[in-house]
């Protein structure tokens, strides 16, 4: 079993720039791919980043290249997704996901694990 915890969200005024950062819990965390996904009120869960176990690849949808970007410290357990040049509708809650298959993929099925998210707010 894998715990995660977020952290890093926040009120941030469109522009800005915010660091997230997932803690996990465990001595197999380089075994798996993390992910970033985000949900905003009233829609689906999105994908947002992922990076495979090693960190040597990383992964984005179309629509975030270039204004996120995805990395992990494998001897702290952490994964961070550092956001610039934020817009109003980047605001949602994002939760970090685990996947025990090193796939890194964009679906969220593929994950095993999740942790409780961490609100972020873009004002315009």
């Known amino acids: 079993q894998v715990q995660l915890v977020e952290s890093g969200g926040g009120l941030v005024q469109a522009g800005g720039s915010l660091r997230l950062a997932c803690v996990a819990s465990?001595?197999?965390?380089?075994?798996?791919?993390m992910g970033w996904f985000r949900q905003a009120p009233g829609k689906e869960r999105e994908f947002v980043a992922a990076?495979?176990?090693?960190?040597?690849?990383?992964y984005y949808p179309d629509s975030g290249k270039g204004r996120f970007t995805i990395s992990r410290d494998n001897a702290k357990n952490t994964v961070y997704l550092q956001m610039n040049s934020l817009k109003p509708e980047d605001t949602a809650v994002y939760y970090c996901a685990a996947d025990k298959r090193n796939y890194g993929s964009s679906s969220r099925t593929s994950y095993d694990y999740w942790g409780q998210g961490t609100q972020v707010t873009v004002s315009s």
């Open positions: 990076i495979s176990g090693s960190g040597g690849t990383a």
């Open positions: 465990g001595r197999t965390f380089s075994r798996y791919a």
